[in-house]
């Protein structure tokens, strides 16, 4: 019986491994309660020949009474021994049944868990991404003004708006501010490419 998850649908002997469980419980409470009894009743069988011997011993029986009943005694025992062998076995293999059931049931637990850490996962890296994604547009942004106020300097340097001295300064400021946006830039390109990975899993 197959009890492997993900089964095709044709596959007849397909089973939930939950039914498994449910239909072995009942079957399974049955047969230990007989085995049990039977298990009580061999012993009781057991006192019942024992006795049979004390007797003859004690001379309250003769040999033929003392076989007679011995055999009775021990045919019901021996029927009771292969009854107890057959639940045995039954027993034995419900075991297995449930013990494979409750494996499959387990990586079951464990691939939805597994599922649900992913789809949680991939949920905060979109969070993450779009968050990243407005704060490399805004870096973009802040890259287009600095270029804009370079232009700016440089038509004031042309037109001796500013000093000589007044420019460099300006200048290497922008050319600070660009180099420190350029690294925000790469750290933020890096992420961003990170979750994605996570997001298209």
């Known amino acids: 019986m197959s009890h492997r998850e993900g089964a095709p649908a044709e596959d007849p002997f397909h089973m939930d491994p939950k ?13 230990r309660k007989s085995y049990d009894e039977l298990k009580e009743r061999l012993s009781e069988v057991q006192a019942e020949l024992s006795a049979l011997d004390r007797r003859l011993e004690m001379g309250v029986m003769d040999d033929q009474q003392h076989i007679k009943q011995y055999r009775e005694k021990w045919a019901e025992s021996t029927q009771m021994i292969q009854v107890k062998r057959e639940v ?11 013990r494979a059931a409750n494996r499959q049931l387990k990586k079951q637990e464990e691939e939805r868990v597994r599922r649900e850490r992913i789809e949680q996962e991939r949920a905060n890296a979109m969070i993450e991404w779009m968050s990243l994604k407005q704060g490399f547009d805004l870096v973009g942004q802040r890259r287009k003004e600095i270029n804009a106020a370079t232009d700016n300097l440089e038509r ?9 001295q007044e420019y460099r300064q300006k200048r290497v ?10 690294t925000v830039e790469s750290d933020v390109k890096n992420r961003l490419a990170e979750l994605l990975a996570v997001i298209r899993g």
């Open 88 to 98: 045995e076995s039954r027993l034995f293999e419900i075991q297995r049944e449930i």
């Open 173 to 182: 400021e922008q050319i600070q501010q660009l180099a420190e946006l350029r």
């Open 19 to 31: 039914d498994v469980l449910s239909q072995y419980s009942v079957e399974w409470v049955s047969l």
């Open 156 to 164: 004031e340097r042309r037109s001796g708006a500013i000093s000589e």
